[in-house]
């Protein structure tokens, strides 16, 4: 079945400093990719999406390439913020199989921004 | 008005008893899912809804039921809570094909005693 699989958290990062979120995945078909960003006692917001390969999805400052020949998805943001402090998750959704129409998640993704 | 809004916010239970989870959309979604949150496990899917006819169970149904009340509202039931089903709830909702984001709910933080 289809699996997302996330870099290992939690990051911490100083303000301004580059970062990247690794995220791979494996699916039966053409899967739309996605991140989500969950902020301290809310629920999952969309940051950004891709639905085919060599898109890229963009929000926020952040971005991601939807890189199909290496299954990947990565995050990255050029000047990190202490707002930027969250859970992110990837996700994809794809609809081939026993995954039609839903979304899988990976574990997320634990950033913490220092001033 | 939040699009996606769920009842209680915060919920303390005592083991065996019954409780339900209540979600309401005004985005004129057909589709709508629970998923229950756990540390360390990203969220885990236990039933979604394509349409009001039309229910399905999840990775993690055991222990839950729903119900498909109208387009606007879908909930969770505990038949009987244990405390392995503490954890947060989050409600969403999705246009369908073509359509694919997800639109979550503000949470549920239920605890099982």
């Known amino acids: 079945g289809d699996s997302v699989t996330q870099m290992e958290g939690p990051v911490t990062l100083s303000e301004e400093a580059f970062l990247t979120i690794n995220c791979t995945y494996t699916a039966t078909g053409y899967p739309s990719l996605f991140w989500y960003v969950q902020y301290p006692g809310e629920g999952l917001q969309l940051l950004l999406k891709a639905t085919k390969a060599d898109d890229k999805g963009s929000n926020k400052g952040f971005e991601a390439t939807y890189r199909k020949e290496t299954t990947s998805f990565h995050l990255e943001k050029g000047s990190v913020q202490v707002s930027d402090s969250a859970v992110y998750f990837c996700a994809l959704s794809d609809y081939s199989g026993t995954s039609y129409g839903k979304l899988t998640f990976g574990q997320g993704t634990i950033l913490t921004v220092h001033p | ?113």
């Open chain 2, 1 to 113: 008005d939040a699009d996606v809004t769920q009842t209680p916010r915060n919920r303390i239970t005592k083991t065996g008893k019954r409780i339900m989870l209540e979600c309401s959309q005004t985005k004129g979604h057909d589709r709508m899912y629970w998923y229950r949150q756990d540390p360390g496990l990203g969220l885990r899917l236990i039933y979604y809804s394509f349409d009001v006819k039309d229910i399905n169970k999840g990775e993690i149904s055991d222990g839950y039921s729903v119900s498909r009340q109208a387009q606007a509202k879908f909930s969770l039931s505990l038949e009987s809570a244990i405390p392995n089903q503490t954890a947060l709830y989050f409600c969403a909702t999705s246009g369908g094909q073509g359509q694919d984001e997800q639109y979550f709910g503000p949470g549920t933080r239920l605890t099982v005693t």
